[in-house]
């Protein structure tokens, strides 16, 4: 028989576990017994589960603004609404606003409500952090380098974030190629190296790939599942070959190996990139991208191993655009260019509606869209530094 104490307790973190983040971080000043049930890890779980915590869109945008004097760089973070429809524009939340942030390269996740933020333009100042919105924590990472021989400049650098599913640990791989001036072309090899949460290090690896195998720019050209990182690539053999220009390279969190599987059959000459849509791997690419009125964005899924489907073709009725991510099913986000506003595309209801963002005050910037969950997971260090904050992050680090 169940004792009113058990009940107590039972209905207690029935509620509690569809409460938002904020509120459950204030709760934990109740009393004891509510401060250790939201800091273990099945409540943790269960409330990043709960019917109540739905995926919303988010979008994050870093730039310059020149209508201050001095100009700065601000990044905006804004949460939408979880559901969005077609006609109305959604009202929207400022989650995150910082005044003069240094060299933003990249927003890559979210995974379990945490996103990794990347620094650094130049081949020895690559910084990264993990950022937790909804708790407002932020973790430096440690800074890892590369031996590399003299004469080589920064050529491109990839990263994927996930988690190693055997041992629950949050990790990082950043996969780097260098340029030789000397010879005009690309070292012939490919470093990379993993880093693990748990243990607060970075380890090397040896790719299995040839550097002519070049992964796509940028954090929209990847995407994680299940414990596997994936990014669209190419490869100078492919393209001479004549068969499938683009590849699907993937990363194994917990066996820390590479791997490759053939992609759709898109044209070289065709802009291309990589998404989860419905928790399947798929693609969009165009020839015609950003093109007012006349691009069409063909829409490829994987559904199983190497073998893909085309679901449909998107031809969004808009002026010269950017193509920025994907929402829901049917639901795709553009930047207008050069007015910086931000809309979607129904492709079921055929209509176009702003998201209520006009970024024309903000130029020379990235765009980022994102499918975002609120969450409890902890990311600071047992002993935290003074440093450890998105500010200090965001403006000095």
């Given at each position: 028989?169940?004792?009113n ?10 509620i509690l ?6 509120s ?7 009393c ?30 870093f730039?310059?603004?020149y209508?201050?004097?001095?100009c ?25 606003h ?11 996740g979210?995974?379990?409500?945490l ?10 100042n690559?910084?990264f ?6 708790t ?12 590399v ?8 650098r ?7 599913l055997a041992t629950?640990?949050?990790k ?12 005009s072309d690309?070292?012939p090899?490919v470093?990379?190296?993993?880093y ?9 690896l ?5 550097h ?16 596997m ?6 490869s100078?053999k492919?393209?001479?070959e ?11 969190f917990?066996t820390?190996l ?10 070289g000459?065709?802009?291309v990139?990589?998404?989860l849509?419905?928790?399947s791997?798929?693609?969009m690419?165009?020839?015609?991208v ?26 969004p009725?808009?002026?010269?655009h ?14 207008l ?12 209801t055929?209509q ?23 969450s409890?997971?902890?990311?600071r ?8 904050n998105?500010?200090?992050f965001?403006v000095?680090?």
């Open positions: 028989m169940t004792t104490t058990e009940i107590y307790f039972i209905v207690t973190d029935h576990s569809r409460l938002p983040v904020q459950l971080l204030r709760f934990k000043c109740v004891k017994n509510w401060n250790e049930l939201i800091n273990t890890s099945s409540f943790i779980e269960k409330h990043f589960n709960s019917e109540s915590n739905r995926l919303r869109l988010m979008i994050t945008k730039g310059l603004n209508h201050k004097n001095p700065v760089r601000p990044f905006d973070t804004y949460l939408l609404p979880d559901k969005i429809f077609s006609g109305c524009v959604p009202t929207h939340k400022l989650i995150y910082g005044e003069d942030v240094g060299d933003i390269r990249g927003i890559y979210p995974i379990d409500g996103f990794l933020l990347e620094k650094g333009h130049y081949i020895d690559g910084r952090g993990w950022w937790n919105p909804a407002k924590e932020c973790r430096l990472i440690p800074r890892v380098f590369f031996e021989e003299d004469g080589l400049e920064d050529n491109d990839r990263i994927g974030i996930g988690i190693d629950h640990d949050y990082i791989i950043w996969v780097r190629t260098y340029w030789n001036d000397y010879e690309i070292f090899k470093y990379a190296a993993v693990s949460t748990k243990n607060d290090s970075w380890k090397h040896e790719p299995n790939f040839s002519e195998c070049q992964i796509c720019m940028s954090s929209q050209h990847c995407t994680y599942k299940n414990g990182y994936y990014w669209i690539s190419t100078k492919y393209i001479s004549g068969i499938n220009v683009y590849f699907i390279r993937t990363f194994d917990s820390e590479f791997g490759e599987f053939e992609g759709p059959p898109i044209p000459e065709h802009w990139t990589l998404f849509r419905g928790g791997i798929a693609t690419s165009s020839k015609d950003t093109q007012a009125m006349t691009a069409f964005y063909d829409i490829w899924v994987n559904i199983r191993g190497n073998n893909w489907i085309k679901v449909y073709t998107v031809n009725p808009i002026t010269n950017l193509c920025i991510g994907i929402w829901e099913y049917d639901k795709f986000i553009y930047e260019t050069p007015s910086c506003k931000v809309l979607f595309y129904d492709q079921t055929k176009v509606t702003s998201l209520g963002f006009e970024f024309d005050g903000i130029g020379f910037g990235s765009c980022w869209v994102l499918s975002y969950k609120e409890l997971v902890p990311i260090k047992e002993k935290p530094s003074e440093k450890d998105i500010e200090y965001m000095d680090y």
